[in-house]
């Protein structure tokens, strides 16, 4: 995330804020150019560079779950008019939740959008969209008996009790994960999204099957025998994570996961002057990088008391994987032609 700041008083401002408290002037953050605009406090509408006249996304208000501004001739933002479907938000906590899960989100297609990676491709059903749901678990009146987040066809599915932290983290203890957020949900899903946009041609399917295995094996047998018997026990020194070892497809999400991880991660620092300034680091300088960062910050956490922001090893197989999804991500928003290939199938974390 690159800095922001008011564009009334130059005050630093937060991705999620909704008002100075520098000079009170109104911030709505503008995707097209992903900055954040200012308008007089008591007002409703901001100008773009172009003195086009703008105005907020409608999920503003009266509850506060977006502060983007809306694309021109929608009310709605670039975000929200990607979200499907809502859990009852007349229900419990379910309004809270769901700001949660669209913070995250607009999070996600920050980073998509500053990478330049499209947000549809190719059939026109297969365009990235969000459902955010609940289950009778936690709703007794709803028809889904279990909401199990994946992604189908462009659709990426979230049960909105990931965002109730202590779901959540008893959901993590359960599996036993050492890390699970809404956000990572998020940017896993979205890896399988652009598989068939990245994997296209035999070169890219050969390396792709070098190193992370034959897609093509049974999923559902895959999943079912990862689910029974566990990963295997030497996944640590193969995998990004435990999951990864379940199916190619899976170690391809977790790993393009991982890659959004590091982007964000090592622009935020270079904002807040914690790492060099600069473009776009080779992958063996660019992981380097991120290497020391990430040492820094766990050794941070540790020194609150919580525990490590980023519990994982990168070994050498894995880093090999990291560095063929940026380098996919690299040359196909550079302008070379993608052409569209197969959707991958249902495929769930």
Known sequence: MKALHCGSCGQRVFFDSFTCVACGAALAFDPGALEMRASPAGTATWRDPHGQVRNACSNRGPHPVCNWLADPGSALCRSCELTELLPDLSRLDNMRLWARMELAKRR????????GLPLAWGDEGAALRFRFLEDRRRNPSVIEDFVTTGHLSGAITVNIVEADDAARHAAREQ?????????GHLRHEVGHYYFG???????????FRGLFGDERCDYAEALGAYY???PPADWPERYVSA???????????????????????????????LARPGGERPPGEWLEEWGALIVA????NRSLGLEDAYPFVLTQPVIRRLVFIRR??????????????????????
């Open 297 to 300: 910050l766990n050794e941070l």
């Open 197 to 207: 946009w990245l994997i296209n041609t035999p070169e890219t399917v050969a390396e």
């Open 108 to 115: 996600l297609l920050y980073t998509l959008i500053d990478l």
């Open 228 to 230: 029974r018997d566990g």
């Open 175 to 183: 599996m036993q994960e050492r890390y699970r957020t809404v956000l």
């Open 328 to 349: 996919l991500i690299g040359h196909a928003t550079a302008g070379l032609a993608v052409p569209a290939g197969a959707a991958s199938p249902r495929t769930h974390s």
């Open 243 to 273: 999951y990864a070892a379940a199916h190619p497809h899976e170690d391809w999400a977790e790993s393009f996961a991982h890659v959004l991880h590091i982007i964000d991660l090592v622009e935020t620092a270079r904002t807040f002057r």
